[in-house]
């Protein structure tokens, strides 16, 4: 069955009569399990009212492209960047020419040209006005710029005509939406993803750790989900809620998640390393809280297990992922940290970057294999995780086909 789960989608109101089904679409898409935003145009607030859509929705509803409050953190930049989806119902013979001459004029066309994320319209118009050229010609100038268009309907119409024009019904428009994301690249696999630190204790009170957050692991459990994937998190103590449909083992130390990954790999297509494991551990962990004593104290710390290459080198053995932070020569330690580890790909970023990395909800990598590699921009986490399931997906059919030849 289609369905929206973890999908960002923003509706957009435009002014018609069929705003009154918008109402009826909205619970429809929360349904299928999407997030909603609506945006409405002035016209829509003449149909029905934006306090019937956040009810409905859960979340303000959005009327102005100039507003002081949102402005003061590019709000209709960051609304486009947050969406997964621009579903616009209805869709009136005013707003898609408009979108057809690529005009910004107010908060929902300016979003049509701000977000990254695919457009979806459902028209709804008088049969005459679906019908006369200008409209025919808007419409096939949108389809060529990849926007889908579902609809119209034909019936009777508000004003008394019969014919087509009449915007879909909601449920089949959910449908449709759904359908979009319905990608099988992983259908059926599954994927073991490690996310978050590990703590390696000094004593009952004291321990090592780093500032991973697990927001990267988070965001490719998430992403794994929606490809069709069965996956498990193996995840340090984080302050993380678990993604939807998936399955989450906690654990504290590098030895525990070992020991976990090892569990859960021999019946595992994938496994992700994206945790920031500790790379070494205390000699000796103390009964007792250690006490305040020299002005200098001796720690000694032992190697604890690598397991991005236990589970590479063991039998039988899933497509393997690294993740490599560093701070300096980074596509290089990556590609050697590949290479010596006998991993499949490796994700490398550099930690050192400003507002990405470790806590950030962005960030921008390097996605690298034997005999390339491929950069990702800035971008919002779980875009980058839908980035990089997409080339794992990739990459693994390809190795599916080099090993049959």
């Not at 705003?19 to 898409?29: D, F, G, I, W």
């Not at 790909?345 to 470790?358: K, L, Q, Y």
């Amino acid at each position: 069955m289609a369905h929206l789960f973890n999908r960002n989608v923003v509706l957009g109101i435009s002014g018609g009569i069929a705003a009154y089904k918008s109402a009826e679409l909205v619970r429809q898409l929360k349904t299928l399990g999407a997030t909603v935003r609506v945006v409405m145009t002035r016209g829509a607030q003449e149909f029905i009212t934006p306090l019937t859509l956040q009810a409905l929705s859960g979340n303000p509803v959005h009327t102005e492209l100039l507003d002081s409050e949102a402005e003061l953190g590019m709000g209709h930049i960051e609304l486009a960047r947050w969406a997964d989806l621009l579903l616009i119902a209805p869709a009136t013979a005013d707003l898609m020419a408009r979108l057809a001459a690529g005009r910004a004029d107010d908060l929902l066309t300016t979003l049509a040209l701000a977000t990254p994320a695919p457009v979806m319209l459902a028209p709804a118009m008088n049969q005459q006005m679906w019908a006369d050229p200008a409209t025919a010609s808007n419409a096939e100038t949108l389809r060529q710029r990849s926007v889908h268009i579902v609809g119209p309907a034909a019936g009777e119409q508000a004003c008394g005509d019969i014919g087509p024009g009449r915007m879909e019904e909601p449920n089949l428009i959910a449908e449709h939406a759904a359908a979009l994301f319905q990608h099988t690249a992983l259908a059926g696999k599954r994927v073991v993803i490690t996310a978050g630190p590990t703590r390696e204790a000094l004593d009952p009170v004291r321990y090592i750790s780093n500032h991973s957050s697990g927001k990267m692991g988070y965001a490719l459990a998430r992403a794994a989900v929606e490809a069709g994937a069965r996956t498990t998190l193996v995840s340090g103590p984080v302050h993380l809620a678990t993604p939807d449909h998936v399955e989450r083992v906690d654990v504290i130390s590098a030895r525990e998640m070992l020991a976990a990954c090892q569990d859960l790999a021999g019946d595992c297509d994938i496994f992700i390393a994206c945790a920031a494991v500790a790379d070494y551990r205390p000699a000796t962990v103390q009964e007792q809280k250690i006490k305040k004593g020299d002005e200098r104290s001796t720690l000694e710390l032992v190697r604890n297990p690598d397991i991005v290459a236990t589970i590479a080198g063991g039998q039988p053995r899933p497509f393997t992922v690294g993740f490599a932070a560093e701070t300096q020569d980074v596509e290089s330690y990556a590609r050697g940290k590949l290479e010596r580890k006998h991993l499949d790909m490796i994700v490398a970023n550099d930690v050192s970057a400003e507002g990405v990395g470790f806590a950030s909800d962005e960030n921008e990598v390097c996605v690298i294999w034997r005999d390339n590699a491929q950069r990702l921009e800035r971008a919002g986490k779980l875009t980058l995780a839908r980035q990089i399931m997409q080339l794992i997906a990739t990459r693994l059919d390809a190795a599916r086909m080099d090993a049959a030849v």
